[in-house]
């Protein structure tokens, strides 16, 4: 069963031995993204790595078959690499090919899996890079940084607020209120809960 996602992607299994290497699984919807059948590449590995143009195609094979070698200890466990398919109609489709070695018994296995990179995954892509940058940004400042609802819950904050806090993650704390907080006595925590919803009558607050 092809698990569901956002956006198209084909999965394969690929064993490599001290003799070559072979595809173990292929998606049957590899067809439905690229001119071949999953059939045509368990038979003939050759078809899967001829969908990547040059020099993506010889990169995948070397990066494939060189852990063959008795240095596979030091060799990456991952693979990424982007690639252009021209489609029958003329039309060129960007793909990101993803995958990662597990050894065992002598044998490396890369499962991975071709995703379809449209314009909707590179504005998902641009937006959690921004807010990964303004995380890391505000993980900087030394002032408690935090944010929180209408009913005064948090919903984040930075390393310093965290470490007031006393919780390594911020997912510890997400839904939560001072009431809460073991940095507070309960009297205290009453107290700061009581006056931010007591300001709501004073300042207006807009839920998201």
């Not at 045509?40 to 060189?66: C, M, Y």
């Not at 995703?115 to 030394?142: C, G, M, T, W």
């Amino acid at each position: 069963m092809e698990p569901n996602n956002n956006f198209p992607f084909v999965l394969f299994i690929y064993k490599v031995t001290k003799t070559g290497g072979s595809f173990e699984y292929c998606s049957p919807l590899i067809s439905k993204y690229f001119q071949i059948s999953h059939s045509s590449i368990l038979t003939n590995p050759g078809v899967f790595f001829d969908l990547l143009p040059e020099p993506e195609k010889s990169l995948l094979q070397q990066r494939f078959t060189e852990s063959i070698g008795p240095h596979t200890s030091t060799l990456p466990e991952q693979v990424n690499i982007e690639f252009s398919y021209k489609q029958i109609t003329g039309e060129k489709s960007r793909y990101l090919l993803q995958a990662g070695r597990a050894t065992e018994d002598g044998e490396n296995t890369w499962s991975g899996a071709i995703f379809s990179i449209d314009a909707s995954y590179r504005k998902q892509e641009a937006a959690i890079k921004s807010a990964n940058y303004f995380l890391f940004l505000q993980d900087q400042l030394p002032d408690l940084f935090y944010y929180k609802d209408a009913q005064s819950h948090f919903l984040g904050g930075n390393k310093a607020w965290k470490e007031f806090h006393g919780f390594t993650t911020t997912e510890q704390w997400l839904g939560k209120t001072d009431k809460e907080s073991p940095r507070f006595s309960a009297e205290k925590g009453e107290e700061i809960f009581n006056e931010e919803q007591n300001s709501k009558d004073k300042i207006p607050i807009h839920d998201s």
